[in-house]
């Protein structure tokens, strides 16, 4: 399932954070791992191979190592931050997701913290004025980010579906049923053009990881930078000789 390049055979992710889009409304979640892995320069490490997983190979979707291709499931690293993004590119056949997600866990049982990235349906928000952004997330990971978790304005969820979330709460569970500190973070939003909604939610999870991520318009922090690939995100220009 877990191929490395470099000839390892696995993962130490001993004091790691790990983010983990899921396959939700917008691919809201999967473009923001796509403006970390950008913006952070992130290097690739490897693949992951599951029969959930459609498998695809294409042009690699980031300037900075422009030799790489694209593949279904890839992490991302940066060893010096103890940073590990994965980043899906292909819908799941569902009927082999629980045991995707179990293998998952396996590989990140060491890690200090997981962050479940997703997106919910706008029209889902009940409290109007409230926060565009909702979480969850089990005591260990209360435990790890007690301080940040008390500044931020973000609402802990309480229900028992994500509407749009996709995998989220599913991989969640099963996380937690293992102890490993996670959260899941998801924003309210709608279908359509979501890059700005993708550069509000990493903006959101920089304030919780400032330590790691310095992500911010400050000239000493590090800057978004938009993906290479977003320049098609939509496809072509329509051509003007048909009007």
């Not at 290097?43 to 422009?66: D, F, M, R, V, W």
């Not at 940066?78 to 590989?107: C, G, T």
């Not at 998801?186 to 990881?209: M, Q």
Request: glycine share 6%.
């Amino acid at each position: 399932m877990l191929q490395l390049k470099e000839g390892k055979k696995s993962l130490d992710l001993n004091g790691y954070t790990v983010i983990v889009p899921s396959i939700c409304v917008g691919n809201a979640a999967q473009l923001a791992c796509d403006l970390l892995i950008s913006s952070k320069q992130l290097k690739k490490i490897g693949n992951i191979h599951h029969p959930t997983l459609i498998p695809i190979c294409g042009p690699y979707a980031y300037e900075h190592q422009p030799e790489e291709k694209a593949a279904a499931c890839e992490l991302y690293e940066n060893a010096e931050d103890k940073l590990l993004v994965l980043q899906f590119r292909a819908p799941f056949i569902s009927k082999h997701i629980k045991d995707f997600h179990q293998k998952l866990a396996q590989i990140l049982k060491g890690a200090q913290s997981v962050i479940i990235l997703s997106g919910n349906f706008g029209y889902e928000k009940r409290i109007i004025d409230g926060s565009s952004y909702e979480y969850k997330a089990n005591e260990q990971f209360k435990d790890l980010y007690m301080e940040p978790l008390s500044v931020v304005k973000w609402r802990e969820f309480s229900g028992e579906t994500i509407f749009g979330g996709g995998n989220a709460l599913q991989l969640y569970r099963v996380l937690e049923s293992l102890n490993i500190p996670v959260m899941v973070l998801f924003r309210y939003l709608l279908d359509g053009d979501n890059s700005i909604d993708a550069t509000l939610i990493v903006a959101e999870l920089n304030e919780l990881c400032k330590g790691f991520l310095k992500l911010s318009e400050g000239s000493q922090d590090v800057k978004l930078v938009v993906p290479s690939s977003w320049k098609l995100l939509f496809g072509n220009d329509f051509p003007e000789l048909i009007f």
